[in-house]
């Protein structure tokens, strides 16, 4: 029953239903809407009646004519409009539910586009009367460009640094152990020149960690968060892109001092500031990688001041430094707290205020590695 649909002052046209079979669209020239045409709805009851038309209102209608309703199988409203910004007369617009898009120049003309109809959920036709058609309005067809693919590999090198030696080499057959953000691992190994590759999934970031025995324990980041491509400038269906990382595994020396960068401490105090506690953090993290290690932790002033005073600043420095890192869980047998002072310089003559930076410093050394 159609009765009290059609309005008999007004044109009523254009008919088309939703996929769920009882939501009837339509356009209509009557009184009350937005403008010109406008589009409506109507739902089926149980008995076989129609609701009272619904105006769709102006997230969709505009003050110029909307007509040729279309629904798509997955139920978005597709319809024509001249009421939009667009490339002709009529356009083909879809409406996602909270915004009006134009379908653009690959369907678009300067002519009228109207009347979409879906065949299937990714093909369908609609009529036009652009230039080069064979009548007044011809049919056309369409078909839904997929979306292109997007695929992230983490592409990485895992070397092994001999300080010493002043050389790095790379590391075949090393197992990377890739921990993804629900704490699920995934191993994946090394092969020629210590490349190994692993796909990401996208706006994710993953922890990579790799060791050997007598080296520490290499561990690196990797993020996929932020990185998704503008769909717009991708040429190919398929785009993979590639994240590089390097993790070096450093080899342990017993009684090589290795600095621990910016550890700074308050004018003539000892106590840890947030700062120094990140990275005193690094350490505490290497200690934890290697539980087999054991350390002297020295804290070094600089030139200025009594010599007698700078040794006990330096070990009151170093002693704060361990019981940080003890708070953190290493046990207090395997880490010895050492003030030098000013007695072990790196500059010694210093001229600058750099030069009496590079000498204020916290140092760590491996004193025993357990079987």
Known sequence: ELANINDRSADDFAPAFAPDGKTLYFASARNGGVGGNDLYKATLDANGRFSAPENLGPAINTVGNDNFPGLAPDGTLYFSSDG????????IFKYDGSQVTNMGAGVNSAGDDFAPYFASPTMGVFSSNREGGKGSDDLYSFKKKPRPMVTFYVDGTVLERDEKAGSSTPVEGE????????????????????KFSSKLDSAQTYNLLTDRAGDFTARG??????????????????????????????????????????IFYDYN?????????????????????????NIELSSHTDQR?????NLKLSQ???????????????????????????????????????DYQRNRRTEFKVTRIDK
């Open 84 to 91: 939009y910004p667009g490339f002709g007369k009529l356009d």
């Open 175 to 194: 197992t990377v152990t890739i921990t993804g953000p629900n704490g699920q691992k995934l191993d994946v190994t090394t092969g020629p020149s210590g």
């Open 221 to 262: 980041t990797v993020s996929t968060v932020g990185r998704y491509p503008d769909v717009a400038t991708l040429t190919q269906q398929q785009n993979d892109i590639r994240i590089p990382v390097t993790l070096t595994l450093n080899k342990i020396a017993v009684n090589v001092a290795i600095e621990v960068k910016d």
């Open 269 to 293: 105090k000892s106590n840890i500031r947030p700062d120094a506690a990140i990275r005193l953090d690094t350490l505490v993290q290497t200690l934890q990688d290697n539980p087999k290690i």
């Open 305 to 309: 001041g009594k010599d007698a005073y």
């Open 316 to 354: 009151r420095r170093a002693e704060a430094a361990v019981a940080y890192i003890v708070s953190k869980g290493i046990s207090k047998s395997r880490i010895t707290a050492k003030g030098y002072g000013e007695t072990r310089p790196i500059v010694m003559n210093p001229k600058n205020e750099a």
